[in-house]
């Protein structure tokens, strides 16, 4: 992990004092709201729903168990808001109504309180801390090296990566020390700090594509020259939301060392012409959309200023790539634990499935990487307690160099874990809750927080995603509906990833009623998914109850259509959408009723 | 930074050679021989367009005259201005001018330091911790 020199410490403390000076000021009615609004969301503060919402920033999606420990101690005694605060929001959310099961059950807005929530951007979420009390969190995060900087507002946001950074077996090169040098650079950078829109950088440094680079504002794929010289491939103009768009490759080679000079001319162009009369239109992907060569024109004019005229300042010299590069050297591990009981014939059968779904190659042959499951019945997918966090933690430091990575699936990820602890991880995990066998499967699905909690949502994910997972409790069902990618999103920001699911769910707002559009075919640009795209929708949108059972029309399209051990996103591709479509609007209550009738 | 108040700037009557530019001109377009001061607005404090004129102005066209921030100017972007290539500021009409120095003195990338190189100063901090 990157270690904090003294400066970064200065510095982190120093920004959470400007921001208990700022939140004092707003207090005392010398800063107004409109003023406030954009110094706290760039330093992770939103006001949701019924509450503010506290987002922290997890660079990389990398975690110490000293961190994960102080996260904990966040939601255990921050994350609580008065009981009438929470019982007024449940009673409001009451009237929203149950989704309603096949089999008679239903699944319910439950809101609760002393968690976090793992988002899709490898970041971590509060939902109930009181603003009053916001910088005494954020003193609590600088004390383990942690913030809310950039973690929203029209800014550079925190950068992703692949949850298996340098530990991959297809890894180029190690993400990590550029996108930490990046996480420098972009930090509090003045000139950067009001862009049209918000600006995500996403790194890859493996063959396969984890990270999702082609759905980022920019996309930087590690790659080697013939000469063998490393660098970046660098994609410009992703981005979800309302107008998907993949990006578009601007360079198919840049020197490593250049990164943050081209990026500089990437973004000053886009600050510059970068449209702003219209927030929906203001994503650096319209301007690229419209401008196309004019745009990868005007940022090399730019970069090759940056380089000849300012003298390349943002180059990253061999001494600071080898400094930070030193940080992320494996782990000296101990000798292989000694529990080592062996499993048992009872144990067999789940255990072989953990292995096969959770439980990932690394580059040491003697190690593994291992998924923790945080997606179950009873919690939101991605959600955490206070004693889950704790008990993460544990786990950490008995079996992965006190490491955790955060995958943008919304899971936990212990990366330096020895081949032969894997028996007593399986079952350390399973008495945690953290051992379904789903990981890639149906269940662990994506899902943002929704209409239970986020301002700008137009129905609830949660409850959607309850329902689901209710239906597919039967770990022998999902084991043969196999790798699926099924993304749920709130509204049309696509936090959740709706456009990059094999099957995508877009909450939309009729009428004030909650309805879901649902898209089949998207691409997260992993292997699995093929090519990075956006799904299509099936049809008009359906009503909460229809959702559970067109998923399921959709999924026993796919069984029947399948051939051999075909995937899911397989099957679409080659039989085409029709049959899926078919299945899917049949499963509305108004065509059954109506087949019913003529029948 | 100067910082001056509203009425300052108003009553700035001086025989220099200002240029007022809008904030989506493009610097290069200019002429800046013989230009005492440049001031660039900022029609709403959030909109960072100026920022990066200033950027231009002051690094790229090595302008060495003022470059006057005007507008929605307000006390938490100051530093932010004065490492884009701002010298003067001049405040919102509504700003405390004793509010605005301690904030801008105190401002992180400021007050401890800096990570990356600016209009200012185009080191990065890792160029400079190494020497």
Redesign the interface.
């Known amino acids: 992990m990157y270690h904090y020199?003294e400066?970064d410490r200065?510095?982190v403390q120093?920004?959470a004092?400007?921001y208990r000076?700022?939140l004092t000021?707003w207090q005392a009615g010398?800063?107004p709201e409109d003023?406030f609004r954009?110094?706290r969301l760039q330093n992770g503060w939103y006001v949701q729903r019924y509450a503010p919402m506290l987002r922290v920033a997890v660079p990389y999606g990398e975690l110490s168990s000293a961190q994960v420990r102080v996260l904990a101690t966040i939601a255990r005694d921050y994350d609580q808001p008065d009981a009438a605060l929470i019982e007024g929001a449940q009673a409001t959310q009451d009237k929203l109504g149950p989704v309603l099961l096949k089999n008679g059950g239903s699944a319910h807005t439950k809101l609760s309180s002393g968690y976090a929530h793992f988002t899709t951007r490898q970041n971590l979420q509060y939902n109930w801390i009181p603003l009053s009390k916001s910088a005494d969190v954020m003193d609590l995060l600088a004390s383990v090296d942690m913030h809310g900087i950039q973690t929203s507002g029209?800014c550079i946001r925190n950068i992703t990566s692949d949850e298996r950074a340098g530990i991959a077996v297809d890894e180029i090169a190690d993400p990590r020390p550029f996108g930490e040098?990046m996480r420098?650079?972009?930090?509090?950078?003045?000139?950067?700090?009001?862009?049209p829109r918000k600006f995500k950088i996403a790194i890859s440094g493996a063959k396969e594509d984890r990270a999702a680079i082609g759905w980022h504002d920019v996309g930087l794929q590690i790659v080697k020259n013939d000469a063998g010289e490393l660098g970046f491939k660098v994609l410009v103009g992703g981005g979800m939301g309302r107008t998907p768009i993949i990006g578009s490759v601007i360079r198919e080679f840049l020197p490593w060392m250049q990164i943050?000079n081209y990026l500089e001319a990437v973004v000053?162009v886009y600050?510059?012409y970068g449209r702003?009369d219209n927030i929906y239109k203001a994503r650096i992907k319209i301007l690229v959309k419209a401008e196309g060569q004019k745009y990868f024109d005007a940022v090399e004019a730019e970069f090759k200023?940056i380089i000849e005229?300012?003298?390349a300042?943002?180059t990253?010299?061999q001494?600071?790539y080898d400094?930070v590069a030193a940080c992320f050297v494996a782990p000296t591990l101990g000798s292989a634990p000694t529990d080592v009981t062996p499993i048992t014939t009872e144990e067999e059968a789940a255990y072989s499935r953990w292995l096969q779904q959770n439980v990932a190659a690394h580059q040491n042959p003697a190690l593994r990487a291992v998924t923790l499951s945080f997606k179950r019945l009873g919690q939101a997918p991605g959600d955490a307690t206070a004693d889950q966090l704790n008990i993460a933690a544990d786990l950490a430091d008995r079996f992965s160099a006190g490491e955790v990575r955060v995958s943008h699936e919304q899971n936990l990820l212990l990366p330096w874990v020895h081949a032969e602890a894997l028996p007593a991880l399986w079952r350390a995990a399973t008495q945690a809750g953290f051992a379904k066998a789903n990981i890639h499967l149906l269940t662990d699905m994506i899902a943002c927080p929704g209409g239970d909690f986020c301002a700008l949502a137009n129905a609830r994910s949660l409850p959607i995603a309850e329902a689901i997972t209710e239906r597919y409790q039967d770990l022998d069902e999902l084991h043969d509906i196999g790798e699926i990618d099924l993304h749920i999103s709130g509204c049309i920001n696509s936090c959740g990833h709706h456009h990059s699911g094999h099957i995508g769910v877009l909450g939309v707002d009729k009428d004030g009623k909650e309805w879901y559009s649902v898209s089949l075919g998207g691409s997260d640009g992993t292997v699995l998914s093929g090519p990075s795209q956006a799904g299509k929708a099936v049809g008009p949108s359906f009503s909460a109850a229809e959702v559970p059972d067109v998923i399921e029309a959709i999924l026993n399209t796919y069984r029947q259509q399948r051939e051999g051990r075909e995937t899911f996103i397989a099957t679409l591709r080659r039989v085409g959408a029709e049959p899926f479509k078919a299945a899917a609007n049949g499963a509305r209550f108004s065509a059954a009723r109506k087949d019913t009738a003529e029948a | 930074m100067k910082l001056l108040a509203s009425s300052a700037h108003a009553t700035d009557a001086s025989s220099q050679n200002i240029v007022a530019l809008a904030n989506d001109a493009d610097p290069h377009q200019i002429t800046l021989e013989g230009v005492d001061r440049i001031d660039l607005n900022f029609p709403k404090f959030t909109d960072g367009r100026a920022f990066s004129q200033a950027f231009l102005l002051r690094r790229r066209l090595g302008f060495k005259g003022e470059i006057r921030a005007t507008g929605d100017v307000l006390v938490d972007q100051l530093a932010q201005m004065e490492r884009s290539g701002f010298d003067v500021a001049v405040l919102r009409a509504d700003q405390n001018l004793e509010v605005a120095q301690r904030v801008l003195a105190t401002y992180p990338g400021h007050s401890v330091g800096k990570y990356q190189g600016d209009a200012v100063d185009i080191a990065p901090h890792f160029v400079t911790a190494a020497i």
Request: no cysteine; charged share 25%; glycine share 2%.
């Open positions: 020199t400066f200065q510095f120093a920004r004092d400007q000076d700022q000021r010398q800063l003023e954009p110094l029209n040098i420098q650079w972009s930090t509090l950078h003045p000139e950067f700090a009001f862009l943050m000053r600050n510059r702003r200023q005229h300012d003298g300042p943002h990253i010299t001494a600071e400094r």
